[in-house]
């Protein structure tokens, strides 16, 4: 299995587009599981979007994580009923935009599931769906322990290697832009909603 993957990732909620675009770049990734909590990695459950008010911050509460757990451990909170909350966010920043209701109720299921109860779930759950939606071809596997591998055929590309947000400042549309302008380095839900398929060629064209 590991000599099929380019490329290494941590695990974002919602990655950005940027990140995306590293991860369409190699084709075929691994998402690490087996990294360890780092409250300074922000992207594990926080992402940001463009809505009503410019850029908003959703942030997943986190069941009482520490460095001594690995990101497959670290179970959600229920407390804020941030579901509801997130959901909601998202569907006032988009919900008028062309292509929302395409993927809502995939979104919204994912949302309101109550099996899924890690992060890592959560955010391969939201991967996985993105990915099917804008039929991107990225193979994704989920690496449970440390495997070795040649670093010269398997990029390192988790989140203390690279900032993804310096990867390219390619505009597309965004449904808020006459009032707030345009806004870099959004999750891919914000490309998803405001371009729906044509996500991959703009997502090629980043890659130059």
Same mark, same amino acid.
Not at 154 to 172: H, N
């Given at each position: ?14 990655? *950005? $587009? ?12 691994? @998402?690490?599981?087996? =990294? %360890?909590? #780092? ?19 959703? *942030? $997943? ?12 451990? @670290?179970?959600?909170? =229920? %407390?804020? #009923? ?127």
């Amino acid at each position: 299995m590991m000599q099929d993957i380019k490329a290494i990732f941590s695990s974002r909620y919602a990655g *950005s $587009v940027d990140y995306y675009a590293a991860m369409l770049r190699f084709g075929s990734v691994g @998402i690490c599981a087996y =990294e %360890h909590y #780092n409250k300074k990695d922000k992207h594990l459950n926080r992402m940001e979007i463009v809505g009503t008010n410019g850029i908003q911050l959703l *942030s $997943v509460p986190l069941s009482k994580p520490n460095s001594s757990m690995r990101v497959a451990e @670290i179970m959600l909170s =229920e %407390h804020g #009923n941030w579901r509801h909350i997130h959901w909601g966010a998202l569907f006032s920043a988009y919900g008028r935009t062309p292509f929302f209701d395409y993927f809502a109720d995939d979104l919204k299921h994912i949302y309101e599931d109550s099996g899924i109860d890690t992060m890592l779930t959560l955010n391969m759950a939201l991967h996985n769906a993105i990915i099917d939606f804008l039929a991107l071809p990225i193979e994704t596997v989920v690496l449970d322990e440390k495997v070795e591998h040649d670093g010269s055929k398997c990029a390192d590309m988790r989140d203390s290697k690279i900032d993804f947000t310096s990867l390219s400042d390619y505009r597309y549309y965004q449904i808020w832009q006459d009032r707030y302008g345009f806004q870099g380095g959004m999750s891919i839900l914000d490309l998803l909603f405001n371009e729906g398929r044509e996500a991959i060629f703009i997502l090629n064209k980043m890659l130059g």
